[in-house]
């Protein structure tokens, strides 16, 4: 079961440029089983872009995360959500529980996006 939580509609590279932010969804994945279930930090990054466009009804943002996703609960990593125009966001991921082989984690975007870098 996903559960979306939204403090906007707006699309989420609009919120990029305008400032205006997702406050975050949540959602889990079986990741099969092992003692300490982990994502990888490709299914990661395209979980949370499915998630995100989901939530806002826009196309998948590019979204990339650094690491792997340990699934114990209260590990979080910090992903990256590049727009069109360069700017950035800040994206947490933090997991809230796992059962078994199945990861629960929450997606919370930052308040404040990075602009893109001036060019020459």
Same mark, same amino acid.
């Given at each position: 079961?996903?559960?979306?939580?939204?403090?906007?509609?707006?699309?989420?590279?609009?919120?990029?440029?305008?400032?205006?932010?997702? @406050?975050?969804?949540?959602?889990?994945?079986? @990741?099969?089983?092992?003692? /300490?279930?982990?994502?990888?930090?490709?299914?990661?990054? /395209?979980?949370?872009?499915?998630?995100?466009?989901? /939530?806002?009804?826009?196309?998948?943002?590019?979204?990339?995360?650094?690491?792997?996703?340990?699934?114990?609960?209260?590990?979080? /990593?910090?992903?990256?959500?590049?727009?069109?125009?360069?700017?950035?966001?800040?994206?947490?991921?933090?997991?809230?529980? @796992?059962?078994?082989?199945?990861?629960?984690?929450?997606?919370?975007?930052?308040?404040?996006?990075?602009?893109?870098?001036?060019?020459?």
């Amino acid at each position: 079961m996903i559960t979306i939580r939204l403090s906007a509609a707006a699309s989420i590279l609009s919120a990029v440029a305008a400032g205006a932010l997702l @406050v975050g969804c949540s959602a889990s994945v079986s @990741v099969g089983t092992s003692t /300490t279930p982990k994502m990888s930090a490709d299914k990661l990054a /395209t979980l949370v872009a499915e998630k995100l466009a989901d /939530t806002t009804g826009q196309p998948k943002p590019d979204i990339t995360c650094p690491e792997d996703l340990a699934g114990k609960a209260g590990t979080t /990593t910090r992903c990256k959500l590049t727009a069109d125009d360069g700017s950035t966001l800040g994206v947490t991921v933090e997991v809230t529980s @796992v059962d078994g082989d199945q990861i629960n984690f929450d997606i919370e975007a930052d308040d404040t996006a990075s602009p893109a870098p001036a060019s020459n």
